[in-house]
């Protein structure tokens, strides 16, 4: 089988790559790797979700689902340092890149591979690719470690499925609304 993002334990060779992108007027510079998603650049995804979702609380436990190398993770602590952020996946090599960007940074940020929540917000580029039924059953899994009045933000590609994507969060008990459509990505606010 061939490896994806989504490996746990990614066997390809780490070269790594210096990932630049702006948050708030700050450039940043992160390390990326191959075997982890979008390794070589920031996703044009995280880049809308980044840029049009709304602002973190300025307290409270964040998680970045699904952290990559950890560009929303960072840029979750950069906007609220008194916030617990949290950064989670399933690939062991995209945890250790989050956990040493974030040192880099000087951001605290709580790397692991789960956590039982609760969360005040989530923000996450879903791993669309891992296939319709490992998808819900991630986002099932992890909405429901939202707070009471929490609530997830999400970016989608259209054409990888955000509409039906939000029929569906919609049908199990997740409302869900679209907040912006920026170059055929879909933010999403579910609850």
């Known amino acids: 089988m061939a490896e994806h993002y989504f490996t746990a334990a990614p066997s390809s060779p780490a070269a790594t790559h210096?990932?630049?992108?702006?948050?708030?007027?700050r450039d940043l510079v992160l390390q990326a790797a191959a075997g982890v998603f979008s390794g070589t650049r920031l996703d044009p995804g995280t880049a809308v979700l980044l840029e049009h979702a709304p602002r973190p609380p300025a307290t409270g436990r964040l998680l970045d689902l699904g952290c990559g190398y950890g560009p929303i993770a960072c840029a979750l602590s950069l906007r609220s340092p008194a916030a617990d952020v949290v950064a989670v996946d399933v690939n062991e090599r995209a945890r250790e890149l989050t956990a040493a960007n974030a040192a880099t940074l000087g951001l605290a940020v709580t790397v692991t591979a789960d956590d039982d929540g609760p969360f005040d917000a989530i923000w996450s580029n879903p791993p669309i690719r891992i296939g319709k039924a490992a998808l819900h059953a991630l986002l099932l899994r992890w909405l429901g470690r939202l707070a009471?009045?929490?609530?997830?933000?999400?970016?989608v590609q259209r054409n990888l499925g955000s509409d039906s994507l939000q029929r569906w969060l919609d049908s199990v008990g997740h409302p869900t609304e679209r907040l912006t459509s920026v170059r055929g990505y879909r933010v999403l606010a579910t609850r």
Do not use: I, S
Not at 18 to 25: I, K, L
Not at 148 to 155: F, K, R
């Open 148 to 155: 009471p009045e929490g609530v997830a933000y999400l970016v």
């Open 18 to 25: 210096d990932v630049p992108f702006r948050v708030d007027g």
